[in-house]
């Protein structure tokens, strides 16, 4: 499979390192130097320095043969254009473009319908809310994936040192709770990726992944000691355009909002777009105005200026100050590692979002999303198992699935399944498959069909 | 530096190399020498200690070579290479000491073809076969090699190959560097097995045209005669030679262009233009300076002329006439066409027709940014800009390597060496040619050459082959610093 990225920024840069980790042959084009040295200096792929845009560079860079048109750049319009000439060169590729300006906010459904040379349209600040969203959906859930239209919920928790299940072994895990427990998909533990067996143990400070139905979360997160706390109110700090709209989406669901801005002509501004929020004008870090807000009693504290070290900053402080809940918008990458170690464990980022978005509009055949989780060592996806193909009809245990790589959730129409060795994938279903990075490619084939027919 | 790392990698090259020392095995025991023992106990030690250094350090694996590391390893690695494959030629008495069989290792690798053999027709066919293979590994790099074939280096192997392939300016065929790798090797098979095939055709049996073949598509110049490719004294094998080292000296992305079905990617090229214009401007001139004076007909002196400058250009060092013989315009050219090179991207030595290209343009635009002060000018190559970085990098190169061949031959006179045997040796060492002047000319050998000239000059060769930066970093202190 062949993938061109244009705009090799943090985004494009990403997702080409991902893609290379799956032995997908990738080429990147980028104007500026040092963006393609920093490329060349880390990732196997090939480079072209130069505009996106031109359709020269484009068919040097092999386009009529690439299976997907990646246009990340900077630019809205490079990346319209390299979109539009890719389809008059290679009309088979499929474009995906990333817009980010909000003036495209409007249309940006018809876009996605109507633009006859794009075939998917990101837009990263739409992917941010729907990851906040999600966030805040679930208490004490650091990651939350979807599948299956939100039905089947994929949640990463911090294990508390004084949780139950501490020291528990997970073959015993549903001795401890009584009932059918949760599926545990992978533990991260100091930084380290590990797809559990029976015989592992929970230990305090693992990150744990499971699959859950919706239906079943709250009991799930119980197990987990980890309790539903309905969120009645939310202090966003940052009035930019990511601010507006989420203060937009909690009117609709009447959580009670105080916006906080810098800007005083921002301000009047909000306080004509809100009605039922409260705008307030400030900075951030002023203590004085965080007391005289009380802060104490706001439910989750959403930090989302434009400088990401102040979003640390206020996150900081407002748990300091007894905030229970807080999100932190983070841009650099380099930062994600150490947010833990600091005590701030529910980040966003509109860059990983857009790759999250991105990577599931580029897994090939039957795969219906796919999100990438911590530090992008593995991946959770959702597929369907074809008639065809080797999976379908027999126990799990007699398929051979790579090394690490875990099927985690069967959905039969209407039914959730946990599955065990026993389970038996029958065609049509969906089947949610957790796996490492490397062994991607080998899960791509065995969801793949087994014999072409026509 | 996770040198632990480092010996690991490094390991697996002395391994690796230690499987190939089968094939001379082979050929020893088809015809049943003496080089069988040599090569059985070499290959075991090989073997051995690339398995021991790459299980002690089996643990420090890493994903992710960094640049300085990616230097390191290759720096390592070829004077490890160069070590262990002088282990069969220390065997065989026909080499004294073991710095003797270590240049002759060395020279091979670096393709160099420097030798401190004065009977090579007494040596075993299982060793000549070894000495001349060792320049086909070396021609298009034993680690290149090992970045196509061995799966678990494609991640850090880019650093590895920008640290090995000769060119300033490295470009992927492929998105994928095993890939590139796997790609360049291929062509260079091919051609090789062209050339295998039309020396055949002319008559020569196969263990001398795969000699032959193994030495000149790397331009490495050992032949398994006393006399080099002289002996066979034959027009047709003299021009299937010329075309293929001709061939070598091309970069070899244009050859895999050519072979894809791209059309005249040599014409479209400026480089080869350039070089292949400047061979026949050479070519001319020498066959005018030594008809007459040496050689009675013009086809003759077109033949040898032809010969001489193809191999010394493309830094190949066969001989088919003792140009020490001709005048001194005709060896000046030649001793400037050591420096020359061939094409970036291939498998020959010297400066590089790139390099030199460049540096002509930069000359031209300080000249004219003299008359306009104010003209705003870029130097391009083949109509892309070429960047400042780019531009430094190469002046750099050529200041150093100039700096390095008047040290070096400083350093060689004062061991004793005469004037133009001083100079003769370093320039066609560093330029891994071979032949040089003076006393180590193409009829002559570096046996006599003392003891430390002997270890400088293998120093020489391996600057040459690697671009100087490879291995003058390990010699700068800020390299070592944590």
Redesign the interface.
């Known amino acids: 499979m ?1 993938v061109i990225i244009v705009g090799a920024g943090e985004v494009g840069f990403h997702v080409a390192n991902h893609l ?1 980790l799956e032995n997908k ?3 990147v084009i980028d104007k500026s ?1 040092d963006a393609i040295r920093r490329v ?3 990732i ?4 072209i320095n130069g505009s996106g845009s031109s359709p020269v560079l484009l068919e040097e860079a092999g386009i009529r043969g690439a299976d997907i048109l990646l246009a990340v750049t900077d630019s809205d319009e490079t990346n319209l254009v390299a979109s539009l000439i890719s389809n008059i060169i290679s009309p088979s590729t499929k474009k995906i473009a990333r817009i980010r300006n909000a003036d495209f906010d409007k249309y940006h459904d018809v876009f996605c319908d109507q633009a006859p040379y794009i075939d998917t349209i990101i837009n990263p600040e739409i992917e941010l809310i729907k990851t906040i969203d999600r966030l805040m959906s679930v208490p004490g859930a650091i990651d939350v994936e979807e599948f299956a239209d939100g039905r089947v919920k994929f949640v990463g928790i911090r294990l508390e040192k004084d949780a139950r299940l501490k020291g528990v072994h997970l073959s015993k895990l549903s001795d401890k709770t009584g009932r059918q427990g949760p599926l545990v998909a992978a533990i991260v533990r100091n930084e380290e990726l590990i797809i559990p067996g029976g015989s592992d143990k929970l230990m305090p400070g693992d990150l744990v992944y499971f699959i859950s139905e919706k239906d079943k979360l709250v009991e799930s997160l119980n197990v987990f000691d980890k309790h539903e706390e309905p969120i009645r109110s939310v202090l966003i700090v940052g009035g930019g355009r990511i601010g507006t709209r989420l203060a937009n989406i909690f009117e609709k669901k009447s959580i009670y909002t105080k916006i906080l801005e810098k800007d005083s002509d921002r301000c009047s501004k909000l306080a004509e777009q809100l009605n039922k929020a409260v705008v307030l004008h400030g900075d951030g870090s002023d203590l004085g105005l965080l007391n005289e807000e009380n802060i104490q009693d706001v439910d989750v504290v959403i930090t989302l200026t434009n400088d990401e070290e102040t979003n640390i900053l206020i996150s900081l402080l407002a748990k300091n100050m007894g905030v229970r809940k807080t999100i932190t918008k983070i841009s650099k990458f380099s930062y994600f590692p150490l947010m833990s170690n600091i005590g701030i464990e529910q980040v966003v980022s509109p860059r990983l979002s857009s790759i999250n978005t991105i990577l599931q509009h580029i897994r090939r055949g039957k795969v219906l999303s796919s999100r990438s989780i911590k530090g992008e060592r593995s991946e959770v996806m959702e597929a369907v198992a074809l008639e065809t193909s080797d999976i379908v009809l027999k126990p799990l245990k007699e398929i051979s699935f790579p090394k690490g790589a875990l099927v985690a959730g069967i959905i039969r129409k209407d039914e959730v399944i946990i599955p065990t060795g026993e389970s038996i994938i029958k065609p049509d279903d969906r089947i949610i498959i957790f796996a490492r990075k490397n062994v991607i490619p080998k899960i791509e084939k065995i969801l793949a069909v087994k014999l072409e027919y026509w | 530096m996770r040198w632990r790392f480092i010996l690991n990698i490094v390991g697996i090259l002395i391994l690796f190399l230690g499987l190939t020392m089968g094939f001379s095995l082979l050929v020893g025991l088809y015809y049943n020498d003496r080089s069988v023992t040599p090569f059985l106990i070499s290959m075991c030690l090989t073997i051995f200690s690339g398995s021991l250094l790459y299980i002690c350090f089996r643990s420090a694996r890493a994903e ?1 070579i960094r ?1 300085r590391e990616g230097m390191a390893i290759v720096a390592l690695g070829w004077m490890a290479v160069g070590l262990f494959g002088a282990l069969p030629f220390y065997m065989e008495f026909e080499f004294g000491t073991f710095v003797d069989a270590f240049f002759e290792s060395v020279s091979g690798f670096t393709t160099t073809g420097s030798s401190v053999l004065t009977n090579i027709e007494a040596v075993s066919k299982g060793l000549l076969f070894w000495r001349s293979f060792i320049q086909w590994l070396g021609g298009m790099g034993i680690i290149v090699l090992s970045v196509a074939i061995l799966p678990f280096l ?2 850090g ?2 650093q590895l190959y920008k640290a090995e392939v000769p060119t300033p300016l490295p470009d ?1 065929l ?5 890939e590139t790798a796997m790609l360049l090797w291929k062509v260079y098979a091919l051609i090789s097995l062209a050339e295998v095939t039309l020396l055949m055709f002319g008559g020569m049996n196969l263990y001398d045209a795969l000699c032959h073949t193994f030495t000149t598509m790397p331009t490495g110049g050992f032949s398994t005669k006393n006399t080099s490719v002289a002996h066979f004294d034959s027009t047709y094998f003299d021009i299937v030679i010329i075309v293929f080292m001709l061939l070598a000296g091309i970069n070899f992305s244009l050859h895999y262009e050519m072979l894809s079905g791209k059309g005249l990617a040599f014409w479209r090229n400026s480089e080869c233009r350039f070089f292949l214009g400047i061979v026949f401007v050479l070519v001319a001139v020498v066959s005018f300076n030594i008809y007459g004076s040496v050689f009675e007909k013009i086809g003759q002196a077109f033949r040898f002329s032809a010969f001489q400058v193809v191999s010394i250009v493309t830094t190949t060092g066969y001989a088919t006439a003792d140009y020490e013989k001709w005048p001194a315009m005709s060896q000046l050219i030649l001793l400037f066409c050591m420096f020359l090179g061939a094409s970036a991207g291939s498998t020959g030595g010297g400066m590089k027709c790139l390099r030199i290209m460049l540096c002509f343009k930069y000359c031209y635009k300080e000249l004219f940014s003299l008359i306009h002060p104010h003209a705003v000018t870029q130097i391009k190559i083949g109509g892309k800009p070429v ?1 400042d ?1 780019v531009m430094r990098s190469i002046l750099g190169f050529l200041a150093l390597y100039m700096g390095l061949f008047v040290f070096c031959s400083i350093l060689l006179a004062s061991m004793g060496v005469d004037f133009v045997t001083s100079i003769g040796a370093v320039a066609a060492t560093i330029g891994n040619i071979g032949p040089g002047f003076g006393l180590v000319g193409p009829v002559d050998n570096f046996a006599h050459i003392p003891y430390l000239g002997k270890w400088l000059l293998i120093w020489c060769m391996l600057l040459g082959r690697l671009e100087i930066y490879t291995v003058i970093i390990f010699f700068i202190p800020e390299f070592w610093r944590k």
């Open positions: 062949k290379v042959d990738v080429v130097l060349t200096d880390s196997d792929v090939q480079v | 992710v640049q494609g991640v192997g880019m992927k492929r998105p994928r560097i095993r960047s970085e």
